[in-house]
Nanobody, 123 residues
Framework: QVQLVESGGGLVQAGGSLRLSCAAS????????LGWFRQAPGKEREFVAAISGRGGATYYADSVKGRFIISRDNGKNTAYLQMNSLKPEDTAVYYC????????????????WGQGTQVTVSS
């Protein structure tokens, strides 16, 4: 079992930045891959970014590539999503997900989910 708690959401103007955090517990942190996902009103949840257990590999959705950066600090059992150049279309509830297998994060979704944090980008 893995427990995930997101934080750092809020309201920001277009062009601004936010950093989300995902604190994990319940399993050796470096043994799980972590990902970020988002769900906008009326839309399905979509993959945003993923990072492997030791942080050596990352993968991004095309819509955020070059603007968002995923990272992790295994000493703090925390993953981050640095979001820059935010756009109104980035408005969504952002979820952290964890899975034993890195590729599962975008191929079928993770086994474990956090509760989500709201990000609102105003124009």
């Amino acid at each position: 079992q893995v427990q995930l708690v997101e934080s750092g959401g809020g309201l920001v103007q277009a062009g601004g930045s936010l950093r989300l955090s995902c604190a994990a517990s319940g399993r050796t942190f470096s043994s799980v891959a972590l990902g970020w996902f988002r769900q906008a009103p009326g839309k399905e949840r979509e993959f945003v970014a993923a990072i492997s257990g030791r942080g050596g590999a990352t993968y991004y959705a095309d819509s955020v590539k070059g603007r968002f950066i995923i990272s992790r600090d295994n000493g703090k059992n925390t993953a981050y999503l640095q979001m820059n150049s935010l756009k109104p279309e980035d408005t969504a509830v952002y979820y952290c997900g964890a899975d034993q297998y890195y590729y599962n994060l975008w191929r079928r979704g993770p086994d474990y989910w956090g509760q989500g944090t709201q990000v609102t980008v105003s124009s």
